[in-house]
């Protein structure tokens, strides 16, 4: 794995304008707690002074795992694979996959779909790109039209099929 360095000018660089960064959030934050103005705010207790910068870069951690994972999902979108992006970040490709679930698309499946005739009624199984969930809709024997309820996405496609094909069963047509 390679991993990407920065030199010790650049890392001091970085650091100085993190803190730049950082500093009017912390005192807002510290504003916030202590009825301070910002102005005032390293006039207070030191201890809560300095917890108020530890909530301030909880708040820029969770920000950037947040940014950290749109730019893998927009890496994978361009074509990334996991095993690059665990590279650039130092982790092996199932540390990236575990890491950023989802980044990098699944290829379609040949079929994503597929139909189903029983009892005299069809219906169609779908699955959604986005989730990979399962869902059907079509007609039963008796001219019924039917599909998964609303929102309804099922874990796997026998689970729709096995839905499908009770609602086929119970609109069959009736021999007369």
């Known amino acids: 794995m390679t991993s990407i ?3 010790p ?18 005192a807002a934050i510290r504003s916030r707690q202590s009825g ?8 207070a207790d030191p ?14 951690d969770t920000e950037v795992k ?3 994972a749109r730019a893998a999902a927009t890496a994978g979108s361009y074509g990334a694979n996991y095993e690059q992006m665990g590279a650039v970040w130092g982790i092996t490709r199932q540390g990236a996959r575990k890491k950023w679930p989802g980044a990098v698309p ?3 499946a040949a079929k994503a779909g597929a139909a189903l ?28 039209r039917g599909a998964a309820e609303d929102g309804t996405w099922y874990a796997a496609k026998e689970e729709a099929a096995a839905h499908a094909g009770a609602f086929l069963r119970e609109h069959a047509a009736t021999l007369s």
Do not use: C, Y
């Not at 301070?36 to 006039?43: G, H, K, V």
């Not at 009624?121 to 989730?131: A, I, M, N």
């Open 5 to 7: 360095g920065i030199t």
């Open 47 to 60: 201890v809560e002074v300095t917890l108020s910068v530890l909530a301030a870069w909880k708040v820029v």
């Open 36 to 43: 301070l103005s910002t102005a005032r705010m390293w006039e």
């Open 106 to 108: 699944r290829p379609a």
């Open 66 to 68: 947040q940014l950290t």
């Open 117 to 144: 005739e029983l009892f005299g009624g069809t219906v169609e199984l779908v699955q959604d790109p986005s989730s990979g969930g399962w869902a059907w809709a079509g007609e039963g024997a008796d001219g019924t």
């Open 9 to 26: 000018e650049e890392r001091a660089e970085l650091g100085k304008a993190l803190t730049d960064a950082l500093n009017p959030l912390a």
